[in-house]
């Protein structure tokens, strides 16, 4: 009886070890899906307010990734001579620790104190983003680029330790 449950026991752990790396972890690096993410990282000024929508000029990189099973590609935009920025508060919307360690549910308007505090302590911010609108160039002449709308689902606060 000792002999035949042990290779069962050892039968029964391989098939979970295969059913385990076969099956679960490739779901779990499916996760985020094959659909593009968007983020910005940098500092805003001329901060305004119309309608519910954010207005600022924002200086910094702006990202697109595109995931792919478990790895990943990103493409990066440089903002770095400034570009003009619309967005508005996601619900829900979470703003984070500048490491990413904690963050915190937080009501509608938050987004704007981020921005506005950001502005005065001339700080960055990390924005991930979703129903993201832009707009690359003008015409047939390379350029310019806008982030017309987005909606932000995460920003970084530095008053969040």
Partial sequence: MKFFLRPL????????????????LPVGALAKGDSPGFSMEGTVKNV???GGRIHFEFTGIFRISQYHGISSSTVEIDCKHGVSATVLQGDPFFSMSPDGR?????????LLKI?????????VVKFELYDVKMAVGKDKDFGDFTLSDATVVRATDADLQ
């Fill in 102 to 110: 904690a963050g915190a549910l937080r009501p509608a308007g938050e």
């Fill in 115 to 123: 921005l506005r505090t950001a502005v005065k302590d001339n700080r």
């Fill in 9 to 24: 026991t050892v039968d029964l752990l391989t098939w979970l070890a295969v059913f385990v790396t076969g099956c679960l």
């Fill in 48 to 50: 305004s307010v119309s």
